[in-house]
């Protein structure tokens, strides 16, 4: 009778520890929720240094959300001081030592929203989601959420978010290793209910400038299926998008491939090596971000992304022809 009892104490305890588990994940993944309506929905001003590699950066940010419409104003408090400006998807870049405003439409983001994580439902299998204890950021109390790979082909996130607001006044970027390959934190923010307009407008005048506009290029085409694919892939990772692209002084458009498990992200190049950019086969590294190259089939390609080195080379290597 007491094994018996002793059995379903056992029982009891792994089902508590169970459903503390799922609840701390549901829990996770409620803040990660919230912190990203946070960063482009509240409107805030504040310092943060961005680290990536070696390069450290000081950067001054205002973000304003009037009535849906988002609009920005980065200022480097490093070099040469340039702003960027963003409303909606028209972004002005003032270089102020070359006299140059560069005009581009795009959806590029500021490094702070780039940096940061999305949680959707299939990245289940291939994470954990796990809160620590509260903290404290720029004077501000925190809740620290952690984001952890369960293979070695992808990277992982510690975040610190805002106890009242969720916003990420700190974010880590971690190889597979554990170490550190980029990091944000504010040393000084403050979260508004609303910012003037006359807070976006550039503070070097700019009068007397060259403005250039950056062309627009045309369109990628879909493609199905792909001339070329990935015959093994790391858990998780599946095709996303494939498009071609014409190239000048070439018979052969560029393929690009992406491949993505809903976080981490591979894009693949495959183009004729004699119309290619000259990059050396094998790897090479900016920042967080890894690739590798080989010739293939007559072919160069390609694999790109935010993730380990024998995550790029995995999927680059393992390129058919269909």
Avoid at 200 to 223: C, N, V
Avoid at 252 to 264: E, I, M
């Amino acid at each position: 009778m007491m094994a018996n009892g002793r059995a379903w104490a056992g029982v009891y305890c792994s089902l508590l520890a169970f459903v503390s588990f799922d609840a701390a994940a549901q829990d996770a993944r409620w803040w990660l929720d919230r912190m990203n309506r946070a960063v482009v929905e509240l409107n805030y001003e504040g310092t943060f240094v961005h680290v990536l590699g070696n390069n450290t950066e000081t950067m001054h940010i205002i973000h304003r959300n009037h009535h849906g419409r988002i609009s920005e104003r980065l200022v480097s408090l490093d070099g040469v001081g340039r702003e960027i400006i963003r409303e909606e998807d028209v972004v002005k870049v003032i270089f102020p030592d070359k006299r140059l405003v560069l005009l581009e439409t795009r959806k590029d983001t500021s490094p702070l929203v780039s940096a940061l994580p999305n949680y959707s439902a299939e990245l289940e299998p291939h994470y954990e989601f796990t809160l620590y204890d509260t903290a404290r950021v720029a004077k501000r109390p925190v809740q620290v959420v952690a984001i952890k790979p369960k293979d070695e082909y992808r990277y992982g996130y510690t975040l610190w978010l805002d106890r009242d607001t969720a916003m990420p006044l700190k974010s880590v970027l971690q190889d597979e290793r554990g170490e550190v390959i980029e990091q944000i934190l504010f040393t000084q923010i403050q979260i508004s209910d609303f910012i003037p307009a006359s807070a976006l407008h550039p503070a070097i005048d700019t009068e007397g400038f060259t403005f250039l506009r950056a062309p627009e290029e045309p369109p990628p085409t879909e493609f199905t299926p792909p001339e070329y694919r990935a015959s093994m892939l790391p858990r998780g990772f599946r095709l996303s998008a494939a498009t071609q692209s014409a190239i000048a002084g070439s018979d052969h458009p560029v393929a690009h491939l992406v491949y993505s498990d809903g976080l981490a992200t591979v894009s693949v190049f495959i183009e004729d090596p004699k119309t290619s950019s000259e990059v050396a086969e094998g790897f090479s590294r900016v920042g967080s971000t890894n690739a590798y190259s080989l010739t293939l089939n007559g072919r160069k390609v390609t694999a790109i992304g935010e993730v380990p080195r024998k995550t790029v080379r995995s999927i680059a290597m393992s390129l058919t022809a269909e």
